[in-house]
């Protein structure tokens, strides 16, 4: 993708970390006071958890950035080659010791002397899960050391999601007795996720009056994405260099649909809750509750869905609000969302098409009755709101938009 075409300075989503595009919630900022407190206080242990990409090195940087001095903290991660070496290295600049801390005995006694002062040495050990099992050794050496009954290292792991077994097995010596702060890094929420996608795009230069991403294109983003931000940062990627290839200045739920069928992403398990069920984004006191599409295929009777959503999509793939059971229908085939003046059938540049009233249609505005095609399934639009307001003047042919409750009679007249 180049950010020149979308009138920015660098690229927003790139794969590489960059502490300048970070976005930091109000978790990050619990997490970093629990981080400090271990780092000020003794006899502390604080375990920061979350699932591969969701910014625990990034909230290192800024945790490290944040203070004014790191005497006393130790940095470690997977990748460190000899933990009493660095340690030593440390601790040799720390303290007036007159000889070079050579052996485990000279590292124990400036631990112990720099417990003395006031101070607890702190490890922060990041992608602790990844550590050697000799390295693990290290640690449970360290844990051990004490001064007048007080642990004389304290300790800040960041790790993915396995790694509270493996304290509870591996690692239950270095908890001790010491204060033990768990915290969880979640993954972000519907709202946090279009705020973390406009912060990049504003610290690289976009303009505040020009959304790049649209609303629907931005839930499609979550969706797909769970609010991971490495997930996010792959697909919003994928999504813009569609946009520039169709010499789009913006990026619609077109663009995301299509960046999800070249990535060939899943949706979440977590995301596949029926959208009855959810209510992150239900639309609230609305006359469009009343308003449903009811889903047949062939002569069988599928489901009623009710539209009492901001966005319904539909599509072949099992993450889709409503599952289309059609090998003509796309992955990801259309989407119907809400606005000011209704609803708006969008469909997201399926393969074969959408037709509504046996017309093919791009964008269509509903109107009761409608009728939906995608493949071989069929959805009838009914709305028992809009009959109420709509004039005496009906068009020829169409019919009343009163759901029966015989639902077989309703889904005789569809086609």
């Known amino acids: ?11 927003p989503f790139e794969s ?3 502490y300048d595009l970070s976005y930091f919630s109000e978790q990050h900022g619990r997490a970093v006071n629990l981080m400090g407190h271990a780092l000020w206080n ?17 909230l290192v940087e800024r945790f490290i950035k944040g203070l004014r001095s790191v005497t006393g903290l130790v940095r470690l991660d997977a990748n460190i080659s000899n933990i009493r070496e660095r340690i030593a290295h440390e601790l040799q600049e720390l303290l007036p010791v007159d000889a070079t801390l050579a052996s485990d005995v000279d590292i124990e006694r400036a631990c112990k002397l720099y417990l003395q002062q006031g101070r607890c040495l702190t490890l922060l050990v990041d992608d602790v899960d990844l550590l050697s099992p000799e390295k693990i050794l290290e640690l449970h050496w360290l844990g051990s050391l004490e001064e007048d009954g007080f642990p004389a290292v304290n300790f800040i792991l960041l790790g993915g999601l396995d790694m509270e077994p493996m304290l509870d097995t591996n690692l239950h010596s270095t908890v001790g007795d010491r204060q033990w702060h768990r915290f969880y890094i979640r993954r972000m ?32 983003v ?9 997930a996010i940062n792959r697909l919003c990627k994928a999504a813009m260099e569609c946009a520039e290839k169709r010499c789009m200045l913006f990026v619609s739920d077109r663009e995301v649909a299509l960046a999800i069928e070249l990535l ?13 069920r959810r209510k992150s ?7 469009r509750a009343r308003a449903r599409l009811v889903h047949s295929h062939g002569d069988e009777l599928i489901e009623e869905i009710p539209l009492d959503r901001q966005r319904i999509l539909l599509g072949r793939d099992l993450g889709n609000d409503v599952v289309i059971p059609s090998a003509a229908a796309s992955r990801y085939h259309a989407v119907v969302f809400s606005d000011a ?38 959805l009838k639009y009914v709305n028992e709101v809009e009959r109420v307001f709509e004039s005496d003047m009906e068009e020829p042919g169409r019919e009343t938009a009163v759901l029966q409750h015989d639902v077989t009679g309703v889904l005789t007249r569809i086609g």
């Open 264 to 276: 060939d992403l899943e949706m979440d398990p977590q995301q596949l809750e029926h959208p009855a």
């Open 222 to 230: 979550f969706r797909y994405s769970s609010g991971n931000p490495r």
């Open 42 to 58: 003794r006899a502390c242990l604080v375990t920061v958890f979350g699932e591969y990409g969701i910014g625990k090195t990034m």
């Open 16 to 18: 590489e970390p960059d």
């Open 189 to 220: 929420n519907e709202e946090e996720t279009g705020q973390y996608i406009q912060r990049r795009l504003r610290m690289s230069g976009a303009s505040a009056s020009k959304d790049i991403f649209t609303p629907s294109a931005l839930h499609l």
């Open 1 to 11: 993708m180049r950010p020149e075409f979308f009138d920015l300075k660098k690229g």
């Open 341 to 378: 003046h209704g609803l708006l059938l969008v469909d997201l540049h399926s393969t074969n098409g959408t037709l509504v009233n046996d017309k093919p249609v791009f964008k269509h505005r509903l109107r009761r009755n409608d009728v939906i095609q995608l493949g071989s399934s069929r």
């Open 281 to 287: 984004d239900r639309l609230e006191q609305s006359v």
